[in-house]
C-alpha cells in the first residue's frame, strides 16, 4: 500500500520558517519524481516544486529563492523548507509522487500538513 505521510506545519508569523517533511512508503521512491503542492482556502491545488530521482529541483516562480525541496532516499523521506514565509503562504501542503504538471494529477498523495502564517 502506497502511504504519504506530512508533518511539519503549524502557524509561524511572517518571515518565519518551516521545515516539512513527507515520510513514503509502498512504492519504490529512489527512482520516483516527488512534487510538493499546496491548496490555499478557496484556491485549487498548485504545484510548487519538483525533485527527480537524480536530485535535479525545479520551483514555481511563487516560491523560488524561499522554498527548498530535498530528498533522502534512505530514509524515504521529502523534505520542504519554507523560509522568509508570507501570509499568502498560508496553505495545506502535500507532498504527491509522480506529480503531472501538465495533467494536474498524481499517483499518490499524502493527507496534507497546514501550514498558517499570521501575525
Known amino acids: 500500500e502506497v502511504q504519504l505521510v506530512e508533518s511539519g506545519g503549524g502557524l509561524v508569523q511572517p518571515g518565519g520558517s518551516l521545515k516539512l517533511s513527507c515520510a513514503a512508503s509502498?512504492?519504490?521512491?529512489?527512482?520516483?519524481?516527488m512534487a510538493w503542492v499546496r491548496q490555499a482556502p478557496g484556491k485549487g491545488v498548485a504545484w510548487l516544486c519538483g525533485?527527480?530521482?537524480?536530485?535535479?529541483?525545479s520551483y514555481g516562480a511563487s516560491v523560488k529563492g524561499r522554498f527548498a525541496i530535498a530528498r533522502d532516499n534512505a530514509k524515504k523521506t521529502l523534505y520542504l523548507q519554507l523560509n522568509s514565509l508570507r501570509t499568502e503562504d498560508t496553505a495545506m501542503y502535500f507532498c504527491a509522487w509522480d506529480y503531472s504538471r501538465s495533467l494536474g494529477t498524481w499517483a499518490a498523495r499524502g493527507q496534507g500538513t497546514q501550514a498558517t502564517v499570521s501575525s
Open positions: 525533485i527527480t530521482s537524480d536530485g535535479i529541483t
Open positions: 509502498g512504492f519504490t521512491f529512489s527512482r520516483s519524481y
